[in-house]
């Protein structure tokens, strides 16, 4: 299948013009004429996963690999290194990134992986009732995303209401007016933030909440022509 065709697919699903303004979605490597033999979709592209896939296929992964401006191709550095692996094997890439967690994966994450109903979304936040006490949320986070262990900030006992923003979602903190926020990559000072403004944080790690991009968008492309091989990058952190 030409390139082209599974852009105008993956538009039709979740439009690439919704993109943040700093992202980098769309097609990041390769031609819109070029022909695609196989389809992987993944959270990122590491070494591991490039050595795996076959010769004059197309990567879709979540996060753009080509994100910032790049000043030179040092190949024996990322993600030129990366970039130099792909051209060789003739590679495409398309990124869906911020597009895809305000049309679908905060809600994928909410509904499919934790399992609440009545999600509300509006932009990268998505809102539920879950109507527990904070350490029975916490358990339940837990063992939903297979987190052994996990980050927190308490500064109420019982929880009603919750939202959650996949990936790394900081940033929001001073608009959330929920009693407890799920994202990732929450820093010291947000921390301290939340705590001051009574607001609940519950770190469900980057990696850990963005992994299941490929699982949610093969189920929303059952009913497209496109076959994906559904893989993933490796989670870079390690815990000791």
């Known amino acids: 299948m030409h390139l082209n065709k599974i852009y105008q697919i993956l538009d039709e699903l979740s439009p690439f013009e919704l993109q943040a303004s700093w992202d ?8 819109m004429e070029d022909e695609v033999e196989n389809i ?13 896939v ?23 550095k990322y993600p ?3 970039l130099k692996k792909m051209i060789k094997k003739d ?16 809600k994928y994450v909410a509904t499919e992986v934790l399992g609440y109903k ?11 009732d879950v109507n527990c006490s904070f350490d029975e949320l916490v358990l339940h986070v837990k063992k939903s995303l297979g987190l052994d262990i996990i980050r927190v900030v308490e500064s109420k006992k019982e929880i009603k209401r919750c939202a959650i923003t996949t990936g790394s979602g900081g940033d929001l903190i001073g608009e959330i007016d929920v009693d407890c926020f799920l994202s990732g990559d929450f820093k010291y000072h947000q921390a301290l933030e939340a705590k001051e403004n009574m607001l609940n944080l519950i770190d469900i790690e980057h990696f850990a909440s963005e992994a299941h991009f490929p699982a949610c ?13 559904m893989t993933n990058s490796k989670d870079p952190f390690q815990y000791k």
Do not use: W
Request: a negative charge.
């Open 54 to 76: 076959r010769e004059k296929s197309l990567i879709i992964t979540h996060h753009p690999l080509i994100f910032r401006g790049l000043k030179q191709l040092d190949s024996s």
């Open 40 to 52: 992987y979709l993944s959270l990122d592209i590491d070494s591991e996963l490039l050595d795996e």
């Open 118 to 128: 009545n999600v509300e979304c509006e932009g990268y936040v998505c809102s539920f």
């Open 80 to 82: 030129s290194s990366l």
């Open 217 to 229: 968008l093969s189920k929303n492309l059952e009913n497209s022509p496109l076959k994906a091989i």
């Open 24 to 31: 980098n979605s769309g097609l990041l490597v390769g031609q």
């Open 91 to 106: 590679i495409s890439l398309i990124a869906m990134h911020t597009n895809f967690d305000v049309t679908h994966l905060n």
